[in-house]
């Protein structure tokens, strides 16, 4: 009676361990096929949008002869307040898979208009100065910040506070300007998808392995 007492102590404490490590497999099951399914939902936009360009800022450069060397910076914007007459950004990207395991997002964006003339007279009055100096001489540039290290221009990126930025020339009589931006990334789908796949063997073989044990416990008593 005793030896029985002991075993039947024994086997409850296999059965509660048992059913802590079935809640355990379940629990990461379900924890994957939640990320599995978030990650299904937040899929990047894919289009067109149109948006105006604006003077981000102006850096100087002042010489002894007086002379004020100015690089001015475009950016996009969609704030209607900031933008340049006369000038339109037209923005396409889209996503393209790669292979199985790997897409890429690519990222194409047209300006047209006389994008020089007009950056350099949209330039307020304060903007066209600096220690009472008017600027003579002015660089135009279009800028694109990014957080991203792994985008991929037409110039190389420089890194910047809070990410990385392409700064790309544009000249006096340039009516028009075209770059194209690509970033590679893993297909996490894919990832969750095998994550899940190996969860669910792994319920499997557990599951089985459980049952079988409780067969050789009924037949032990």
Same mark, same amino acid.
Request: proline share 0%.
């Given at each position: 009676?005793?030896?029985?007492?002991?075993?039947?102590?024994?086997?409850?404490?296999?059965?509660?361990?048992?059913?802590?490590?079935?809640?355990?497999?379940?629990?990461?099951?379900?924890?994957?096929?939640?990320?599995?399914?978030?990650?299904?939902?937040?899929?990047?936009?894919?289009?067109?949008?149109?948006?105006?360009? +604006?003077?981000?800022?102006? #850096? @100087?450069?002042?010489? *002894?002869?007086?002379?004020? /060397? =100015?690089?001015? %910076?475009?950016?996009?914007?969609?704030?209607?307040?900031?933008?340049?007459?006369?000038?339109?950004?037209?923005?396409?990207?889209?996503?393209?898979?790669?292979?199985?395991?790997?897409?890429?997002?690519?990222?194409?964006?047209?300006?047209?208009?006389?994008?020089?003339?007009?950056?350099?007279?949209?330039?307020?009055?304060?903007?066209? +100065?600096?220690?009472?100096? #008017? @600027?003579?001489?002015? *660089?135009?540039?279009?800028? /694109? =910040?990014?957080? %991203?290290?792994?985008?991929?221009?037409?110039?190389?990126?420089?890194?910047?506070?809070?990410?990385?930025?392409?700064?790309?020339?544009?000249?006096?009589?340039?009516?028009?300007?075209?770059?194209?931006?690509?970033?590679?990334?893993?297909?996490?789908?894919?990832?969750?998808?095998?994550?899940?796949?190996?969860?669910?063997?792994?319920?499997?073989?557990?599951?089985?392995?459980?049952?079988?044990?409780?067969?050789?416990?009924?037949? =032990?008593?």
């Amino acid at each position: 009676m005793r030896r029985k007492s002991l075993f039947g102590y024994d086997m409850m404490k296999a059965q509660r361990r048992n059913r802590a490590l079935i809640l355990v497999v379940l629990t990461i099951f379900v924890m994957t096929l939640s990320t599995c399914l978030l990650s299904a939902c937040n899929q990047e936009y894919e289009g067109d949008k149109e948006y105006g360009v +604006y003077v981000s800022r102006v #850096e @100087y450069d002042k010489y *002894e002869d007086n002379t004020v /060397y =100015a690089r001015v %910076y475009l950016g996009l914007t969609s704030d209607d307040s900031k933008k340049i007459e006369g000038l339109t950004a037209n923005w396409h990207y889209e996503k393209r898979k790669l292979n199985a395991f790997k897409f890429g997002y690519v990222y194409c964006l047209e300006i047209v208009g006389s994008i020089f003339s007009a950056a350099v007279g949209a330039l307020t009055q304060e903007q066209r +100065y600096y220690e009472e100096t #008017e @600027y003579n001489t002015f *660089e135009v540039y279009f800028e /694109y =910040a990014t957080i %991203y290290k792994s985008m991929k221009g037409e110039i190389n990126r420089k890194k910047v506070d809070g990410g990385y930025a392409f700064d790309f020339a544009i000249e006096e009589t340039q009516q028009e300007f075209h770059t194209t931006l690509t970033i590679d990334t893993q297909n996490s789908a894919i990832w969750y998808g095998l994550l899940v796949a190996f969860a669910v063997s792994i319920a499997i073989v557990v599951i089985a392995l459980l049952l079988a044990r409780r067969k050789q416990y009924a037949k =032990a008593e």
